[in-house]
């Protein structure tokens, strides 16, 4: 009997505990769609080996027509000519400023001419 | 072929996503510090001490051997965009501030608040179309994000667009994804170009498109929010980010709903704009276009002005800013405000008479050009134009003009021909005439027809 009397309270303290407390606070989730396209991933490629040393390579410095590129290459054709004499330097700078259509006619005359580019200045 | 990159520091993040989005991660670059290099570039002597900073690490770019990842980079994974997010708080307030700053932490939003695109809204949106969810209108430069008319509807949404606007949002997506027009340079370049939209036909009417007083400004929903639309489209479409591969200087002054407005036709002296390429006055269209900032002309309510003064300034304006001579892409959006037009009508010009006289007046002397250069490295101008004739940028049908005026006594034209001097009529009255320009290397210029539409009268 007085386990039973004890089981009674126990609910009873148990309910009313449910009735006092504060109500849970009612969460709101907003389901939203992504904005974004989807970018179908390009094939990857590595790039090419390098050389051992630039002794006796030719390098091709490609002036990309922005404002000062070409003094900036001139500078590092300079400094290679006194480090690499042995190196030929070809200075090619992009044959014009308009730069979508121009450049897959292009590109293979840099191959042409060279072992190794440097490029510049990308901005 | 081995090779290094110069670029500064300030655009390593554009450079290296580039790259990847080309799928070559492993370009070695060199980055020259843009706090000296801009400074220092216009004279060699003061470059060598940047260059001597960095000389070791180009050759060492050069010489070291490939790592395997460089040799063999990991194939670049799809990013999956297709699947819905869920965002909780304690409350709606709770829950509407958290998908804004998810969506700001993310990149997908203007920094202004947005409409949460809900699955329920973006259907309302794609009811205003018989345009399918799947169809894909093009892919959007820079990263060639798939453009659909659905992600499309989640970015009209977020830009709190009406659904009666749809049709006339992927109008204009269909002219920017056109493969002719150049998305990318808009998109990313340092130029800080801004895209033009201009509305024609019963539509712009229908869905009370401003092309009065304040027609750039804010205040009318049609004008704010499709441009928004737009605004949004392109960067969720194209991912771009300023400063990451947005590498606009300045921002565009008009960023957030671009310059959107309407042509005023019932006051213009002419036929719609549209209708004088070819629509039927019955079409509804939208033309997109890139420019710089546009240049006032004349007009007002306190200075005098007189039509033939607006043209001379619309002539010295255009010729100021066409420095490279890419005659073959360069357009001009000439926006009279309706008393000009009114007079310019009443002086007898039609809209073709003016292109005319647009044309051969801001024609330039062969001798003027001759030793010019275009500014963009060694290009001159003249082997420019030259080189746009050989390739057949400059149509056949035009090319025979151009050959004739590269010589002496010849007067070189700034545009192919005379339409590519688009006029439109809108402004207040009284009001300002604009000279939008684009100076670009590509084509940006595309008018498509509004179709599919579901809620307007115009535009089905």
Known sequence: MKRSTNRFLAGALFLGGLCLARPASAQVTIEVMNPRGEIPPPKTMGISPRVPSLDGKRIVLVDNGKFGADNFLAVIAQMLKQKYPSATIVMDPKPSAQTITDLPKWYPTVKQQGDLFIFGVGD | ?460
Not at chain 2, 10 to 31: L, Y
Not at chain 2, 177 to 194: E, I, K, N
Not at chain 2, 274 to 283: F, M
Request: charged share 20%.
């Open chain 2, 1 to 460: 072929m081995p090779g290094v990159y110069f670029t500064t520091t300030e655009f390593v993040d554009d450079a290296k996503s580039a790259a990847k989005d080309r799928g070559m991660p492993g370009i070695r670059m060199v980055a020259l510090p843009a706090d000296k290099y801009y400074r220092a570039r216009a004279t060699r002597e003061e470059l060598e001490p940047i260059a001597a900073a960095v000389y070791d690490q180009m050759v060492d770019d050069l010489v070291r051997p490939l790592t395997a990842e460089e040799a063999k980079p990991s194939q670049i994974q799809k990013q999956h965009e297709n699947t819905n997010i869920k965002v909780t708080g304690t409350d709606y307030q709770d829950a509407y501030q958290k998908v804004n700053d998810l969506f700001l932490d993310s990149h997908w939003a203007d920094g202004l608040p947005i409409v949460p695109p809900t699955p329920t809204l973006v259907k309302a949106m794609l009811t205003a179309t018989t345009r399918s969810p799947d169809e894909v209108l093009g892919q959007a430069a820079p990263k060639n994000g798939t453009a659909t008319v659905e992600k499309i509807a989640v970015n009209s949404v977020m830009a709190g667009a009406k659904p009666e606007y749809f049709p006339v949002i992927l109008a204009a997506m269909d002219g920017f994804l056109d493969r002719h027009y150049d998305l990318t340079h808009v998109q990313a370049s340092t130029g800080s170009f801004t895209p033009v939209v201009i509305v024609n036909g019963p539509i712009a009417r229908e869905l009370n498109f401003n092309s009065g007083i304040g027609m750039l400004g804010h205040g009318w929903r049609a004008n704010s929010t499709v441009g928004r639309a737009l605004r949004l489209s392109l960067l969720n479409l194209g991912q771009t980010w300023p400063a990451v591969n947005d590498m606009s200087l300045t921002g565009r002054l008009e960023s957030y709903t671009f310059f959107t407005f309407a042509e005023d036709e019932a006051k213009s002296p002419w036929e719609p704009y549209d209708v004088s390429l070819g629509y039927k006055p019955e079409d509804s269209t939208v033309t997109v276009a890139t420019s710089r900032n546009p240049a006032i002309l004349g007009g007002g309510a306190v200075a005098p002005w007189t039509a033939q003064g607006i043209l001379d300034a619309a002539v010295t304006q255009a010729k100021a800013v066409s420095g490279f001579m890419w005659v073959h892409s360069q357009t001009y959006i000439l926006v009279l405000h309706p008393d000009c037009a009114y007079e310019l009508g009443r002086l007898g010009y039609t809209r073709k008479s003016l292109e005319q006289w647009l044309y051969d007046h801001t024609s330039i002397p062969y001798e003027k050009l001759v030793e010019g250069s275009t500014g963009f490295g060694h290009a001159k101008v003249i082997d420019e134009i030259q080189q746009s004739i050989d390739d057949g940028r400059i149509r056949p049908d035009r090319a025979q003009i151009f050959r004739e005026a590269l010589k002496p006594g010849g007067k070189v034209p700034i545009v192919q021909s005379p339409d590519d001097f688009h006029i439109v009529v809108a402004g207040g009255s009284p009001g300002y005439s604009l000279l939008f320009s684009y100076p670009g290397p590509n084509w940006a210029n595309e008018t498509k027809k509004v179709r599919g539409a579901t809620l307007t009268k115009a535009g089905q």
